[in-house]
């Protein structure tokens, strides 16, 4: 009697480890997005922050932001010097390289958007529709 594994036997354990590693691949992949979008969240959120502290010190909002280099006084005054104001060093940008932030100033105010790759819970306050990047902009901070 000869001992070892049929040709089917062998077969279905191929088949069930590939249906495993399937699954765990998208688990991952769903989970790498979920990461990416909580650091668009917090680097939204450390904009923000330097936005108010640059408002704090200049009296207004930057025309406009740079991402990844730094944020800077304007000189407008004393208080905003362009020397030593160093609000954000750099700005962040986007993890993904295919998309990117972006900055609106409107009136005395400001969004600052981002394309989510799970989608927004923010997509109508002024970023509908802006292009982020590879993505649309679907998610936004203001003061």
């Keep these: 009697m000869k001992r070892g594994f049929t040709f089917i036997e062998v077969l279905v354990v191929v088949v069930i480890i590939g249906v495993l590693v399937a699954i765990v691949g998208f688990?991952?992949?769903?989970?790498?997005a979920n990461a990416e979008d909580n650091a668009r969240r917090a680097d939204l959120a450390k904009i923000a922050s330097g936005l108010a502290k640059y408002r704090s010190d200049c009296g207004h909002f930057p025309a406009s932001v740079t991402f990844g280099s730094s944020l800077v006084g304007d000189?407008?005054?004393?208080?905003?010097?362009?020397?030593?104001?160093i609000y954000l060093n750099p700005v962040p940008q986007d993890p993904d390289s295919g998309r990117s932030y972006d900055y609106v100033r409107i009136g005395q105010g400001y969004f600052v958007c981002a394309s989510l790759a799970g989608g927004g819970s923010d997509v109508a306050a002024g970023c509908g529709g802006l292009s982020c990047g590879n993505g649309v902009c679907n998610y936004s901070v203001k003061p």
């Design 75 to 85: 000189d407008s005054s004393a208080s905003c010097d362009d020397i030593t104001n």
């Design 27 to 32: 688990s991952l992949s769903g989970a790498k």
